[in-house]
């Protein structure tokens, strides 16, 4: 069975930083990412990362955030520095293998004072 659990939202102040984690239950997707969708808006991406380490980051998030693996514990992660109010969204993890999309059940992230 293919799994994917998101943790680590919440509510951050402006300027703040917060880490999330997705929880994979298995090693080989070939991809891995975070999307995210704002109030009213469509999904967007945020960052991926391939199974050789290789990253993609949005634009909107470059030098903000951070995304990395790590292989031991099947874990992704997302490193979110300088968050502003419009990075305010559910972020969803997600997975590809074997050319099938995967899915977490996304986790709440809000930034406001």
């Known amino acids: 069975q293919v799994q994917l659990v998101e943790s680590g939202g919440g509510l951050v102040q402006p300027g703040g930083s917060l880490r999330l984690s997705c929880a994979a239950s298995r090693s080989d997707f070939s991809v891995l990412g975070w999307y995210r969708q704002p109030p009213g808006k469509a999904r967007e991406l945020v960052a991926t990362?391939?199974?050789?380490?290789?990253?993609n980051v949005a634009d909107s998030v470059k030098g903000r955030f951070t995304i990395s693996r790590d292989i031991a514990k099947n874990t992704l992660y997302l490193q979110m520095n300088n968050l502003k109010p419009e990075d305010t969204a559910v972020y969803y993890c997600n997975g590809i293998f074997l050319g099938s999309n995967y899915w977490g059940q996304g986790t709440q992230v809000t930034v406001s004072s």
């Open positions: 990362i391939n199974r050789f380490g290789g990253t």
